[in-house]
């Protein structure tokens, strides 16, 4: 049940896609990185962020491209995502690095 909540999301997000949702993350400015690891994720509460090699700051928007947090965290610190709704959120570091994040 719950992958398919993604899966409608996701397509949800694939249907909103407009210009200034491209503008705020554009496929230029997206890069996963696979070395930035985040846990637990899915999280209820706090995203640990591992393998950082300075603080960095960070921004998280919506799968509509609003941005709704910002901050900055360094090797091994959390993010407190307690007030977020459940869904699927991108978290972008403001070196380029962006992740998704799944809130329960």
């Given at each position: 049940?719950?992958?398919i909540y993604?899966?409608?999301?996701?397509i949800?997000?694939?249907l909103?896609?407009?210009?200034?949702t491209?503008?705020?993350?554009s496929?230029?400015?997206?890069?996963?990185n696979?070395?930035i690891k985040l846990f637990?994720?899915?999280?209820?509460?706090?995203i640990r962020?591992s393998?950082?090699?300075?603080?960095?700051?960070?921004?998280i928007y919506?799968?509509?491209?609003?941005?709704?947090?910002?901050?900055?965290?360094s090797n091994?610190?959390?993010?407190d995502?307690?007030?977020?709704?459940s869904?699927?959120?991108?978290?972008?570091f403001?070196?380029?690095?962006?992740?998704k994040i799944?809130k329960?």
């Open positions: 049940m719950k992958k993604i899966l409608l999301t996701f949800l997000f694939l909103s896609w407009n210009n200034s491209a503008q705020a993350i496929n230029n400015n997206l890069k996963l696979k070395t637990p994720n899915p999280s209820t509460d706090f962020v393998e950082l090699s300075a603080k960095e700051n960070y921004k919506t799968i509509l491209g609003s941005e709704i947090i910002r901050g900055s965290v091994n610190e959390t993010i995502i307690r007030n977020l709704n869904g699927v959120y991108f978290l972008k403001d070196n380029g690095t962006t992740k799944v329960k």
